[in-house]
């Protein structure tokens, strides 16, 4: 039914930029709050940023400065725009998103399947 699904990883150089984007597809009848969550090896999975239907936005602090998370509700999208990528941002970005699927009213989260994002040296 409902998915998620990223596109935007892949290799970039120390200081380099990457977006990564998230549509979410289905039956849907609402989204509410959206995120980015990420996984390197041998850690635990971390909130990178997150984003109300309003526009409110949070961030690890680890990325305050550096990335922007921005979502488009007609399109069902959400972005996750890097800058000055380092290496422990070395991950597996998972998209997030809280969705109330057609025709019910009770929200959960759905989970895409994860994009690497490498950030060499």
């Known amino acids: 039914q409902v998915q998620l699904v990223e596109s935007g990883g892949g290799l970039v150089q120390p200081g380099g930029s990457l977006g990564l984007s998230c549509a979410a597809s289905g039956s849907i009848f609402s989204i509410n709050a959206m995120g980015w969550y990420r996984q390197a090896p041998g850690k635990q999975r971390e909130l990178v940023a997150a984003?109300?239907?309003?526009?409110?936005?949070n961030y690890a602090d680890s990325v305050k400065g550096r990335f922007t998370i921005s979502r488009d509700n007609a399109k069902n999208t959400v972005y996750l725009q890097m800058n000055s990528l380092k290496p422990e941002d070395t991950a597996v970005y998972y998209c997030?998103?809280?969705?109330?699927?057609?025709?019910?009213?009770?929200?959960?989260?759905?989970w895409g399947q994860g994009t690497q994002v490498t950030v060499s040296s």
């Open positions: 984003i109300t239907s309003g526009g409110s936005t």
């Open positions: 997030n998103a809280g969705v109330k699927p057609a025709p019910w009213n009770t929200e959960r989260a759905y």
